[in-house]
């Protein structure tokens, strides 16, 4: 991810600057999709419990893409779909996700929370970081073998 330029930040505050890409309702719940939920396809991501509108959802992932957590290559079965993956800076978010999952899961816990998830999460979550990016890392092995540098 590159660094901004003068002209693109609103603020010299770093949490200001990273809450212009990640800031708003839907944008970290298509993160987590990706990351958590083996999601990759538009579709996938419009059949989430939040019930995301399609032109938000279109335009996050273009947001996504454009700020370089996430990238897209055309689906290998389907030529007129997209494959979305998160990108180093994308992966890089896990420990935020994580600790936002600890914290929903103490201080605003749904009653049909999935609670096996959420403990397995508390009890190591350093763990369940690894195991995350060896899925994430499986995936791209078996769907990105030719994917650009």
């Excluded at 993956?85 to 816990?109: A, H």
Aim: hydrophobic letters at 35%; aromatic letters at 6%.
């Amino acid at each position: 991810m590159k660094k901004l330029k003068e002209s693109e930040c609103r603020s010299c505050c770093p949490v200001a600057n990273a809450l212009d890409v990640l800031g708003d309702r839907w944008t970290l719940l298509v993160i987590r999709d990706l990351m958590f939920m083996n999601k990759h396809e538009y579709h996938e991501f419009l059949d989430g419990p939040e019930g995301i509108a399609t032109n938000i959802l279109s335009d996050r992932l273009k947001r996504l893409v454009c700020t370089g957590v996430i990238d897209s290559r055309p689906h290998p079965a389907h030529k007129n779909k997209k494959l979305y993956y998160l990108t180093q800076p994308g992966k890089d978010l896990l420990p935020i996700l994580v600790e936002l999952i600890l914290w929903g899961g103490t201080y605003r816990r749904a009653p049909d929370m999935p609670k096996a998830r959420f403990e397995k999460i508390k009890r190591d979550p350093k763990k369940v970081m690894r195991e995350t990016l060896q899925q994430l890392k499986a995936w791209e092995k078996k769907n990105l073998k030719n994917k650009p540098e």
